[in-house]
């Protein structure tokens, strides 16, 4: 277990600095992903933003940004939970880097507020939870798939999503949380 | 100037100790913002998600997310420079705070990564830039606004959009770029 833990990690760290493609819309049928069988739904970069977060941490230091299609937002929205059948949450994480024109730009504006950006640098993978309370009834009704450029991660990787998001089970599987309104 | 710019990172800062307002659906058209004269876009958090950033130094400390209507949208995916009339982007900012439910998860799945999660923990503010080269003319095509919980910023405030915009005039004043394809 742990080393597959550890795979988990230094997948997430290589992924960063994989070439980087273009993803033309409409390839998003490709390669189902293990276990789950589930492909990179279409359209899915068109979906509504439910939050953002950034995650730090030794050699991670990452941007995320969950979108979620019109079952999943309306759910969030109207708290309805558990998550209807249809609902799909995407999460897409990129590598962050310091930005040089933004600093500039705030160290002009804010002088002495040592103020630092960080923008998206690389993508590094992007996660799909899919409910279906039948297909997937027994993994609590969600099934997972993880795609770095376009390819699915392989079994062991899949086999971590469900275990891995049990402390959230009263919240119906799924981490993150609708961001405050403005 | 200075006190203009002070009081920016002290608004920015207080706003983020704002009392939360839930915005219902349809309270969209409010109080116009000076100078340009904008009222809040109906639907903007409904737009597509442009990127992410997150800002760090001193006391500030915030989770970003540019969104943007259609014409922005297509404007970003085809490099159609200047924007076209009709095209706004939306700038969200929330303050952020480390998330010890997702901590708890990350060390579990991860151990020894030290892995740390932030998450938005209350809306700052949300800006708006306006693409309208008859009305905004002398302001390089765009219009600015910044709300806070629903009420404009004062005059002051919004006479420091387009100063600070200046460095990006070769980029159609915009700083935000599309984040890279997963």
Same mark, same amino acid.
């Given at each position: *277990?742990?080393?597959?833990?550890?795979?988990?990690?230094?997948? =997430?760290?290589?992924?960063?600095?994989? @070439?980087?493609?273009?993803?033309?819309?409409?390839?998003?049928?490709? @390669? +189902?992903?293990?276990?789950?069988?589930i492909?990179?739904?279409?359209?899915?970069?068109? #979906?509504?933003?439910?939050?953002v977060?950034?995650?730090?941490?030794? &050699?991670?230091?990452?941007?995320?940004?969950?979108?979620g299609?019109?079952?999943?937002?309306? +759910?969030?929205?109207?708290?309805?939970? %558990?998550?209807?059948?249809?609902?799909?949450?995407?999460?897409?994480?990129?590598? @962050?880097?310091?930005?040089? @024109?933004?600093?500039?730009?705030?160290?002009?504006?804010?002088?002495?507020a040592?103020?630092?950006?960080?923008?998206? &640098?690389? =993508?590094?993978?992007?996660?799909? *939870?899919?409910?279906?309370?039948?297909?997937?009834?027994?993994?609590?009704? #969600?099934? /997972? +798939?993880?795609?770095?450029?376009?390819?699915?991660?392989? !079994? +062991?990787?899949?086999?971590?999503?469900?275990?891995?998001?049990?402390?959230?089970? !009263?919240?119906? /599987?799924?981490?993150?949380?609708? =961001? %405050?309104?403005?």
């Amino acid at each position: *277990m742990r080393r597959i833990i550890f795979a988990l990690v230094a997948v =997430a760290v290589l992924a960063g600095t994989a @070439e980087y493609i273009v993803r033309a819309s409409g390839q998003a049928d490709g @390669e +189902a992903a293990p276990i789950y069988g589930i492909k990179i739904p279409e359209g899915y970069r068109d #979906w509504r933003l439910i939050s953002v977060n950034h995650l730090a941490g030794g &050699s991670v230091k990452q941007l995320r940004a969950q979108l979620g299609n019109d079952i999943a937002i309306k +759910a969030f929205r109207d708290g309805t939970r %558990p998550f209807p059948d249809g609902a799909i949450i995407a999460a897409l994480h990129w590598n @962050e880097a310091s930005s040089d @024109e933004n600093n500039k730009v705030l160290a002009t504006g804010f002088p002495g507020a040592g103020l630092d950006s960080f923008v998206p &640098s690389s =993508a590094v993978n992007v996660q799909f *939870m899919v409910k279906d309370s039948e297909k997937y009834t027994s993994t609590g009704g #969600w099934g /997972y +798939a993880d795609f770095t450029n376009g390819k699915p991660g392989n !079994e +062991a990787l899949h086999n971590t999503c469900y275990p891995c998001h049990q402390p959230a089970k !009263e919240r119906d /599987y799924v981490f993150t949380r609708y =961001a %405050p309104a403005h």
